[in-house]
């Protein structure tokens, strides 16, 4: 074996196949689950570049971008409050996986073997088969789940928005895995599975030939993401599409793919996209009757009510005419210029802290955290142009100069320091001050354009 140090560097080759599942085995095998390196922190460089490529491909082939501004930062924001809570402890996926391992384990398969490498590939894909389709099929973990289905648009960054509690229910279908194979084997391959999923969320690749038979592709994996009705609990697959050809929920792309949730929530507000669900499922238990009925509106399908089969009827999920018009913002265009530029600052603010956060005391990556949710919740109110959005990034700002202050965090670039200390931050006053003048300017259409947006905006048969 490498040095373990070393072995927590990825190379750019290394970085461009992992995003493919083209890693060998003897590259990516490692004795301890501390060996193991973070594919999925390293990966973000990789996602940047191939959000990239895929935007001057569709410029290029389409004359347009492959999605909208305010989809896409909601998309990303998504994608970091997933994240947040590595900063403070092991995901519970690894977690519980180690305890089962170390305490009831009934054989160990050899960490350095390919045999185990391949077998542990093909049950951690089996596994996520299983539990994104109970991701579907049980309301309470389609709580979690119905954040990555909510963009109305259809690209890269779409992989990004995940749920920030769907690792509390997911880590229940690998578990069994933990009875025989290495925990350091397990932790590769989960990364591996889920980095895979990254590019597959795309439209600039069409049909991929016989590749289609085996591997989970674009063209499957935008199946799994329409709301049209062919389209409803297909294609689970991660990796390997052979289980829903197994299991009888493969459908082929046909019909143009209409994106997003059967009833749309309209909405870029990041905890709005992230909670919303739990909502709807905590009033309607307590407005149906019968302990059987409220057991079921947690644990049977998210189309389910008392008379209905578990999954709901099909008949119920709306129609799609192809001439649905995804919910957008209202938002000036300097206004989405003034998100995107906080976005990136708080993007490479997020990347800073995850690699440092090993020197950062507990209160400072707790303060940082908060700054980060502040941050996001703020663009989200700009996006959705809430009338809350001024005070709350006037809030923002604040925090900001008071955490710079007290050391907390730091400039980027070293020489803003003199401008934060003889002008106490002038620069993001004045910044402030023209997001103040635009938001006031175009605020006032909000109430009269605000989506009416009634019970069934959280009705069953979501996608």
Excluded at 39 to 54: C, G, Q, W
């Amino acid at each position: 074996m490498k040095n373990p140090e070393a072995q927590q560097d990825v190379s750019v080759s290394q970085g461009i196949r992992v995003m493919f599942y083209m890693m060998k085995p003897n590259e990516t095998s490692f004795r301890t689950l501390e060996e193991v390196p973070d594919y999925v922190k390293k990966a973000t460089p990789f996602f940047i570049s191939l959000m990239l490529l895929e935007l001057a491909v569709s410029w290029i082939r389409k004359g347009k971008p492959p999605g909208r501004v305010d989809d896409s930062l909601t998309s990303m924001s998504a994608g970091i409050l997933s994240r947040l809570p590595r900063l403070f402890s092991r995901s519970i996926e690894l977690t519980s996986y180690v305890y089962i391992w170390e305490n009831y384990r009934l054989i160990g398969l050899p960490w350095d073997s390919p045999w185990t490498w391949y077998l542990t590939f093909l049950a951690v894909d089996f596994g996520y088969y299983w539990f994104h389709r109970m991701a579907h099929e049980v309301n309470i973990m389609w709580a979690g789940h119905q954040t990555h289905h909510s963009s109305e648009d259809y690209n890269l960054s779409t992989a990004l928005r995940q749920s920030v509690f769907q690792v509390y229910t997911s880590w229940i279908f690998y578990s069994p895995l933990a009875l025989f194979i290495p925990p350091s084997v397990y932790a590769v391959h989960l990364q591996f599975n889920l980095l895979y999923q990254f590019w597959i969320h795309t439209e600039v690749i069409g049909n991929l030939g016989p590749l289609e038979l085996i591997l989970n592709t674009p063209s499957h994996h935008r199946v799994h993401h329409g709301r049209n009705r062919y389209c409803i609990d297909k294609n689970y697959a991660g990796t390997l599409i052979i289980w829903d050809r197994i299991f009888g929920t493969f459908e082929a792309e046909s019909e143009k793919v209409v994106y997003g949730l059967t009833h749309p929530i309209n909405t870029f507000e990041p905890f709005k996209v992230q909670f919303h669900y739990l909502i709807y499922i905590w009033t309607t238990f307590w407005a149906t009757p019968g302990f059987f009925n409220k057991f079921s509106v947690i644990f049977k399908g998210p189309g389910w009510s008392p008379g209905k089969p578990r999954l709901g009827l099909s008949e119920e999920i709306p129609e799609v005419t192809g001439k649905e018009v995804p919910f957008s913002s209202l938002a000036s265009q300097l206004l989405k210029i003034y998100a995107v530029v906080q976005f990136a600052l708080l993007l490479a603010f997020y990347e800073d802290t995850f690699a440092d956060k090993a020197a950062l005391s507990q209160v400072t990556l707790l303060l940082r955290v908060c700054f980060i949710l502040l941050t996001l919740t703020s663009i989200g109110l700009l996006l959705d142009q809430r009338p809350k959005a001024a005070l709350v990034e006037t809030l923002r700002c604040l925090v900001f100069l008071t955490l710079w202050r007290f050391g907390h965090l730091k400039p980027f670039i070293p020489s803003l320091s003199l401008a934060f200390e003889g002008g106490s931050g002038n620069l993001l006053w004045l910044s402030n001050v023209s997001f103040l003048i635009g938001i006031r300017r175009t605020h006032r259409n909000y109430s009269s354009t605000k989506p009416k947006c009634h019970k069934l905006c959280y009705s069953s048969n979501v996608v």
